[in-house]
């Protein structure tokens, strides 16, 4: 059965894995440990940001990230769910979905307005997914690093 929860300071190591994982997944293999030890930072502490895991027989096997900001198209807050990873072998499980509704639930709880997020075109798996539980916006996607 999976459990999802807040993440602790504890989780670190088992964070680093799966975050490992989920970095390898999208190519980004020489990651700053700057930024993963910042990152580690910023969900577990007082920032506008919050993280759930998922466990499965006291092993974390998947997580969630999510940043809170305003936004100019409603009076409350948006809530960007920025990283969402299941390992591998634990995938079917449910723990994606479960990851995903307890975002939910904890965006209405701090009354945000909308839970919004972005995936890659060809992530089909996740797509599945995602396509069963929010509407597909039809908005590209630019960026420029700085």
């Not at 300071?9 to 440990?33: H, I, M, N, Q, T």
């Amino acid at each position: 059965m999976v459990k999802i929860r807040p993440i602790e300071a504890a989780d670190e190591a088992s964070w680093r894995k799966l975050w490992a994982g989920y970095l390898e997944f999208y190519k980004a293999l020489d990651f700053p440990e700057q930024v993963t030890a910042k990152t580690f930072q910023r969900l577990i502490g007082e920032y506008r940001m919050f993280a759930f895991v998922a466990e499965q027989d006291g092993i974390l096997i998947g997580f969630v990230h999510c940043i809170l900001h305003p936004a100019t198209w409603a009076a409350s807050d948006y809530c960007y769910l920025e990283d969402l990873f299941v390992a591998t072998e634990a995938r079917r499980t449910g723990a994606g979905r479960a990851l995903i509704k307890v975002v939910y639930a904890e965006a209405e709880k701090r009354g945000c307005a909308q839970v919004y997020w972005l995936t890659q075109e060809g992530n089909s798996t996740a797509r599945n997914l995602y396509d069963k539980l929010a509407s597909l916006t039809g908005f590209v996607h630019y960026r420029r690093e700085l």
